[in-house]
């Protein structure tokens, strides 16, 4: 079939795409077609369509990583989906369990190979998972990319524990999503944002602490009070060069970083003695696996948790959807519905 389709040629700007046509073949042995329902944005599909993502995509190549939909066909050998089950694709079409290998890479949706920003994808059986019962596609579209990346960093990573004290910086799709699951698992949550308005609908979700890092520029000062002069157990690192080394004050003697984004850039000073000096644990994660996935999936539909959607865009308006993902207005996720 003939399927509509939003494009990157790489870059440099959002107004680059193109609506385009593509053609979706049948699926073969082992594969699955999804008509594509709804699709989330993450941080990493604006710098793929702003040419400043890593690993740069050099050719038209259809955007975003987080989509799900109903199966309609399946190819031979398919014994895991059938026709009108609700499925969700996995970040990484290839890393199924175990821990990241370099290979993986190659398979990760909307960069090294087409994404999910299209009427229709045909998907390997073992890229996709269920979407959680109680969900909707909207809500469902959520957790490839930002909902994954904050269960790897706090349980397989971080193994939180009840009683725990975790930090969160700013309230975008990751740090949202952190905060749902830290307290899921009765961790004490500090989170910061630039945004009082935010910062109350942080408490509303459950935030036991919250400051405005615009107010409070020294906010690992902050941290630190609110802590007893300790530090915090955990910090979900996703500002980079500018919070990475107040993150470093903010963490307890022999507590842990998990170095996941770098939304003030890559450039830096790192105290690289304070690591040995406080014996901190600094791990970086990658999104997450397959099985990682279902493991996410099971504690949602347990605790029948609701992703936070802050905003849902119809298909032909994904230019504005990348535009207020951009302006950084958003709490949570930001989606895109293909439903009629
Ligand atoms: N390693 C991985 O596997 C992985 C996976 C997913 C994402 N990431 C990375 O993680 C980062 C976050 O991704 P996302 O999708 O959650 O982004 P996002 O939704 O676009 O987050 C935007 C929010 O970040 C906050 N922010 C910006 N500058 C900040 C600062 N200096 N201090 C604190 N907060 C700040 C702001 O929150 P307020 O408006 O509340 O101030 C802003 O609204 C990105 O760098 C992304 O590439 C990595």
């Known amino acids: 079939m003939i399927a509509k389709a939003f494009r990157t040629p790489g870059g440099p700007s959002i107004d680059d795409l193109t609506l385009d046509e593509v053609d979706v073949l049948p699926p073969g042995p082992s594969q699955v077609a999804v008509d594509i329902k709804a699709v989330s944005l993450n941080f990493r599909d604006l710098a793929v369509v702003t040419g400043r993502y890593p690993r740069r995509v050099t050719g038209p190549t259809i955007i975003a990583s987080d989509g799900c939909g109903e199966v309609v066909s399946v190819g031979d050998g398919v014994s895991t989906f059938k ?13 199924n369990t175990g821990p990241f290998a370099r290979e993986y890479g190659n398979s990760a949706l909307g960069g090294a190979i087409d ?23 909207a809500e469902g579209a959520t ?91 955990i910090v ?34 790192v105290p690289l ?20 996935f279902e493991a996410m999936n099971r504690a949602i539909a347990l605790h029948r948790l609701r992703p936070v959607v802050d905003k849902v865009f119809s298909f032909e308006k994904t230019r504005d959807a990348l535009h207020y993902l951009q302006s950084a207005r958003h709490f949570g996720k930001v989606v895109i519905s293909l439903e009629k």
């Open 115 to 137: 994404g999910v920003l299209t009427q229709q994808r045909v998907f390997d059986q073992a890229g996709l998972v269920r979407i959680p019962e109680h969900l909707s596609y």
């Open 273 to 292: 003695g304070l690591i040995g000096l406080q014996t901190l644990s600094v791990r970086g994660v990658y999104v997450g696996s397959v099985a990682m």
């Open 236 to 269: 979900l690192e996703v500002g980079g060069g500018e919070t990475f080394p107040r993150s470093m004050s903010s963490v307890r003697a022999s507590g842990q970083i998990v170095v996941i984004g770098v939304l003030t850039g890559v450039a830096g000073t």
């Open 83 to 95: 026709p009108g089950d609700r499925v969700i694709g996995s970040f990484f079409q290839n890393w």
């Open 143 to 233: 957790l490839p990319c930002a909902g994954l990346t904050a269960w790897n960093a706090l349980v397989p990573t971080a193994h939180v524990q009840a009683g725990d004290t975790v930090l969160l910086l700013g309230t975008g799709g990751v740090s949202v999503f952190g905060l749902q699951f830290a307290k899921l698992h009765g961790a004490r949550v500090i989170i910061t944002s630039s945004s009082d308005e935010k910062l109350e609908r942080a408490r509303a979700l459950g935030a036991d602490e919250t400051i405005n890092y615009k107010q409070n520029p020294e906010w690992e000062k902050e941290v630190l009070r609110l802590t007893g002069g300790v530090g915090v157990d």
